[in-house]
């Protein structure tokens, strides 16, 4: 965002999280790519010690008590690190999104200020392997047994899995479609986690499969109501776009500008590739498409942050989500065309951006279901009340011809 659009607060935000993005070792990141490093808890543990973790949340948890459109300009900071870090630095803020909107105050005290403290870590175990999109489809249950429930199942692709220290784990409680409920899962003998994916790219961040079997959840780590899963879900869902979103802008801003000096300074036919046509016109096509994304991601932060209608709000985050990680695919793509034959190697990071960005299409929700809530959000609002603005489609000249319209 230009600087003259911003608070000091957020400008002050904004740069603290440059400065740490900037310190994270090199090392780091090549080791995660590498399978060397499988969860970088020391990670987690410096943005905690930095204040960094959860900053929309109450100062009385650990949070500084800001708001969404503070969020997405620390994100698009730490989204230049690729998106395994970036979707650790998020994980926070989709659990505390639960935690401290169903969540009581026990149950805040108990895991919201530890987890922003970065004295425990945490992981949303949700997507099954017979489906990721269709939630309410979960087969891991959860039987009352007294004071607890036992659970049974598996979830996978589930990120910071490995590293975890509790899971936010939802699972079947009844036997009505819609019949979920959320828990907090903390570790123990009874759950398993798998490292079994050889993942194209987001590697480092700690995927894993995870196992339940007869695991004892205590009653009170229930989130909520008992079978309230979906309104949970719903309410998760604005977290875990919109830092997909944001993260998308720091990653494909990195690759504009790597693509962007290695064109000032690679010369081919006597000149900069920068002063070709095709090349110049790919960065120029870049640039327009990020700010694009960005100023819808930073749209919608305030939107949440106005408290819009929900089905607004739900439209929106919808479309930060697949506008911005459709331009982070298309930028690095385009970044690397740019670079030619260099760009596929390991020569620079174009390469590890393009294996990130592909999965960022898919994750909290792939892009084609976003296009199914825009579209249905839309419709409702289109269709709803009235209208106080022109109506347009009288503007023709046989616009009230008879016999015209027909539509059936």
């Not at 942050?305 to 506008?323: F, H, I, Q």
């Not at 419709?379 to 046989?398: C, F, I, Q, T």
């Amino acid at each position: 965002m230009l600087d003259i659009l911003l608070t000091d607060t957020q400008r002050a935000l904004r740069d603290e999280t440059r400065t740490f993005a900037r310190e994270v070792p090199r090392q780091l990141l090549l080791d995660m790519d590498a399978d060397k490093v499988r969860y970088p808890r020391d990670y987690v543990e410096k943005l905690a010690a930095r204040n960094l973790l959860g900053v929309r949340f109450p100062k009385e948890f650990g949070g500084r008590g800001l708001n969404w459109e503070h969020e997405v300009l620390a994100l698009e900071e730490i989204g230049v690190l690729g998106a395994s870090l970036a979707c650790l630095f998020s994980l926070p803020s989709i659990v505390g999104e639960a935690l401290h909107v169903f969540g009581t105050r026990e149950q805040k005290e108990r895991w919201l200020r530890p987890m922003l403290e970065g004295k425990l870590t945490v992981a949303e175990a949700l997507t099954e392997p017979r489906g990721g999109s269709d939630f309410f489809g979960a087969t891991t249950r959860a039987t009352r047994d007294g004071d607890a429930y036992i659970l049974n199942g598996q979830k996978r692709f589930i990120v910071g899995a490995e590293g975890a220290d509790f899971f936010f784990v939802y699972a079947r409680t009844g036997d009505a479609p819609r019949a979920l409920s959320a828990f907090i899962v903390e570790r123990c003998p009874q759950l398993e986690v798998q490292h079994v994916y050889g993942l194209m790219g987001t590697r480092g961040g700690g995927t894993g499969r995870v196992y339940f079997r007869d695991v004892r959840v205590p009653v009170e780590n229930l989130i909520g109501r008992e079978n309230s899963g979906g309104d949970i879900f719903n309410q998760m869902m604005i977290p875990e776009r919109m830092t997909s979103a944001a993260g998308a802008l720091g990653l494909a801003r990195a690759a504009i500008e790597i693509a962007a000096r290695y064109a000032d300074r690679r010369r081919a036919f006597g000149q900069k590739i920068r002063e070709f046509e095709g090349v110049s016109f790919q960065i120029a096509e870049s640039i327009a498409r990020l700010d694009a994304a960005r100023a819808l991601v930073h749209y919608t932060a305030r939107a949440i942050d106005a408290g819009d209608a929900p089905g607004r709000v739900r439209r929106l985050v919808s479309e930060s989500k697949k506008v911005a990680t459709q331009m982070a695919w298309d930028v690095v793509n385009a970044a690397m065309q740019v670079m030619g034959g260099i760009g596929y190697t390991n020569v620079y990071p174009i390469e590890r951006l393009l294996r990130d960005a592909r999965l960022m299409m898919i994750w909290t929700g792939t892009n084609e279901i976003m296009n199914l809530v825009i579209q249905h959000e839309y419709y409702k609002e289109l269709l709803g009340a009235p209208s106080s603005a022109r109506d347009v489609e009288m503007d023709a000249v046989n616009a009230e011809a008879e016999g015209e319209k027909v539509y059936e």
